[in-house]
């Protein structure tokens, strides 16, 4: 989901998926039998091409050109690939990875995301035609759903052994409960390939619609279900949270901003100037609390949509107002609610990009929640206006 996406478990969920995909390209790759050409070995200089291609990137607009270049920049990388023996899937993704830390990427996979899902229906219709499941074939597809349960449950472990919170690491784990479509895709090849028989196909076609399924309840109840087991799941949580946790801090100052953007970093300074009052922000990206660090911002790493770092902070009621300045609906939806569940009474300030989200965040408990585009065009007016007035 796209609010799990913008927050800390969304992002180490988002770095397996990305592990998990990179393996099964790179058996695609092994699968076509053939061996690269020695010019394969040059295809490290693509590093030296990431800053022209950041380049283009940064000028390709917000428009149609930046949709041409999503299409441009893959379909290269698989040409590259292909002309020297390597697997073209296997460029796209390199070409993509190489891309992923682009300030703009994150736009690009909005503006491909409509193509995506239409690729990925044609592709399970593709799969669907290659016959009916049998009864065998299905009671097959529920022995792998039984598999489930200990899939999360070694997630869990794996996270927890690197020092992951065991919050973080409950709905991470959750999250990457289904089985990935890259797993159809790879058994695709073995049929191509003879390696197995057009019924597993189908078979492993159920058992991941089936684990979808039954996956989408358990990330919708994420929050309740760890709050449910949580004195059990602490036990197999890291030894001691990380140095930098502001959960260890003695307190806060009296206004804390989350989600440090541009939105939230205006806010800040702005906060800064009028009220004279000590400021906070919150952010989840190491490297945005790094930035704004060095700048000279009082900011530390946390998760706005984790409760026990709520729970844990100390002096943490007595902050006056809380600043939800996040990227996402669904992120500062699920926040509120974290937030207001965990007893705070303060006043809750928020941003929307429409006008249900604003009913919406009002009824979950924020005390004034904005507009961001109704707000842009109040503040162009006043600016227009002052212009007017200064004219001679």
Not at 2 to 26: F, P
Not at 79 to 105: C, E, N, Q, R, Y
């Amino acid at each position: 989901e796209k609010g799990e996406v913008d927050s800390r478990h969304g992002r180490i969920a988002i770095g397996i998926l990305i592990v998990q995909d990179l393996i099964a390209v790179l058996f695609l790759t092994a699968s076509a039998g053939e061996a690269p050409s020695p010019w394969a070995f040059a295809l490290i200089g693509l590093l030296l091409v990431r800053p022209f291609l950041f380049m283009v990137l940064d000028r390709s607009g917000h428009g149609e050109l930046l949709v041409l270049l999503g299409w441009l920049l893959p379909i290269a990388g698989a040409t590259v690939f292909s002309g020297v023996g390597l697997k073209p899937d296997l460029g796209a993704l390199i070409l993509g990875v190489l891309l992923s830390t682009h300030p703009k990427a994150g736009e690009l996979s909005d503006a491909l995301l409509s193509f995506k899902d239409l690729f990925l229906v044609g592709f399970f219709l593709t799969i669907g035609f290659s016959g009916v499941p049998s009864v065998a074939g299905i009671g097959i597809a529920a022995v792998f759903l039984l598999v489930l349960p200990a899939k999360i449950a070694l997630f869990y472990l794996l996270l927890t052994r690197f020092h992951v919170g065991a919050r973080t690491a409950t709905v991470t784990s959750l999250t990457l409960a289904n089985y990935s479509e890259f797993g159809l895709i790879v058994g695709a090849v073995g049929v191509k390939e003879g390696w197995i028989s057009a019924d597993w196909l189908v078979i492993l076609a159920v058992a991941l619609s089936a684990s979808f399924v039954l996956a989408s309840p358990l990330n919708l109840r994420a929050q309740d279900l760890y709050e449910r087991l949580r004195i059990w799941l602490v036990r197999f949580g890291p030894a001691q949270r990380p140095s930098d946790d502001p959960m260890a801090r003695p307190g806060l100052p009296e206004i804390a901003i989350v989600g440090m953007g541009r939105v939230g970093t205006a806010a800040y300074e702005e906060l800064a100037r009028r009220t004279g009052r000590g400021l906070i922000g919150l952010d989840f990206d190491e490297e945005v609390v790094r930035q704004h660090r060095e700048d000279g911002r009082n900011i530390v790493f946390a998760d706005a949509t984790d409760l026990d770092f709520w729970k844990g902070l100390e002096g943490g009621r007595l902050i006056e107002m809380l600043v939800l300045a996040m990227g996402s609906h669904a992120a500062t939806l699920a926040a509120v609610k974290q937030i207001r569940g965990w007893g705070y009474e303060g006043i809750i300030a928020a941003t929307a990009q429409h006008s249900d989200e604003v009913e919406e965040l009002e009824e979950a408990g924020v005390s004034r929640a904005f507009d961001l585009f109704a707000e842009a065009g109040s503040g162009l007016a006043d600016h227009a206006y002052e212009a007017l007035e200064a004219r001679p």
